[in-house]
């Protein structure tokens, strides 16, 4: 068991050392290089001032004149909600051969500044009879002054980077960024009505 022991003690020492000789190296190869090109990365929360919802309406019928119908009922339900606009981004209709009935499906763009009533909406909508909602975007009329902040602060992670690394080099320039908001799974800023602007940037330091 104490020979077990003190093996397994050697190995973890052997693996520290190799580890700190790899840092040391790598540490070196910064030192000989005439430029050093690091990434940062920042990130900061904006209160969304817009939200879109992205919804589908479709309905089936033996007759493509009725579910037309049906259709345009639901979208003049949807229209009078009064909380955004409606705009209409696709229109189509297809006869299934195995029941003889046709379907109609329009896919619409609701938007709104009325960011505390998503919730409400969202279940009216349902209520009138929309069939999907396939997403609720937030986002931010003017997101300029936050993208700055995102900048500067991917910015001041390269830096420290740069100073883990200890490289003795003066940040030389800005290769390229970009910054854009941050969405997963269909939802762009979250229930919560915040949207996240992130920043990447690829920055270059010369001696």
């Not at 817009?50 to 339900?77: F, G, R, W, Y």
């Not at 981004?89 to 046709?102: C, I, P, V």
């Not at 009505?193 to 010369?206: H, L, N, P, R």
């Amino acid at each position: 068991m104490k020979k077990i022991f003190v093996r397994a003690l050697s190995f973890v020492f052997a693996v520290i050392f190799v580890c700190s000789l790899m840092s040391v190296c790598a540490f070196a190869a910064y030192d000989d290089a005439e430029t050093v090109t690091l990434s940062g990365r920042g990130a900061v929360y904006a209160p969304a001032d817009t939200v879109t919802i992205n919804v589908s309406i479709e309905t089936t019928a033996k007759k493509e004149s009725a579910a037309k119908a049906e259709n345009d009922e639901i979208l003049a339900k949807l229209k009078s909600l009064g909380h955004g606009e409606v705009s209409e981004e696709s229109y189509f209709s297809y006869e299934d051969m195995a029941t003889s009935k046709t379907s109609v499906s329009r896919f619409l763009i609701y938007t709104t500044d009325d960011i505390s009533s998503v919730d409400d909406i969202t279940k009216k909508m349902i209520d009138i009879g929309v069939t999907g909602i396939n997403c609720i975007c937030y986002s931010v009329k003017d997101r300029k002054p936050y993208e700055n902040e995102a900048l500067k602060a991917a910015i001041e992670d390269a830096e420290k980077k740069a100073e883990f690394l200890g490289l003795s080099m003066k940040l030389s320039e800005i290769n390229e960024f970009f910054c854009h908001p941050y969405c997963d799974m269909g939802m762009c800023g979250g229930n919560d009505g915040m949207v996240m602007i992130e920043c990447e940037v690829s920055v270059i330091y010369k001696k």
